[in-house]
C-alpha cells in the first residue's frame, strides 16, 4: 500500500468478517522461492524478476478497496502484459477461490 506504482492486476468481491468487499490483490515481480505456492498465482516472469524469485499475483498482499481510488491498469500495446491478462482470464475462478481461502484463513 505504500508503493504508489503498484499494479493490482486484479480487483475481487469476497467475503469478509460477513461483508462482500471488493479487494485489489497486487501484481508483483519478486516472491521470495520458499513463499507458499497456495499464497501466489504464478506468471511469467519479468525482466526485472531476480534469478531464483517468482513472478505472479500475490494473495497475501491484497488489501480493500473502494471504487473511488480504482484505476484501469491498461495492457494494450504490451505483448507481455496482454498474455497475462489471458493467462488471468482463463484462471479468473481459481484466483478467486484461492482468495477466498487465504481470507478464511486469515480469519479464524
Do not use: W
Amino acid at each position: 500500500m505504500l508503493k504508489h506504482n503498484l499494479p493490482c492486476i486484479v480487483v475481487v468481491r469476497l467475503r469478509f468478517r460477513g461483508k462482500r468487499r471488493d479487494f485489489a490483490v497486487p501484481l508483483r515481480s519478486n516472491i521470495a522461492p520458499n513463499v507458499p505456492k497456495d499464497q501466489y498465482f504464478a506468471l511469467p516472469p519479468r525482466p526485472t524478476t531476480r534469478p531464483g524469485c517468482r513472478h505472479g499475483i500475490h494473495y497475501i498482499k491484497m488489501f480493500p478497496i473502494t471504487k473511488s481510488y480504482q484505476r484501469r491498469f491498461r495492457t494494450e500495446g504490451s505483448a507481455y502484459y496482454e498474455t497475462l491478462q489471458r493467462i488471468i482470464d482463463g484462471n479468473t475462478k481459481r484466483i478467486v477461490s484461492e482468495c477466498q481461502a487465504y481470507l478464511d484463513r486469515y480469519e479464524r
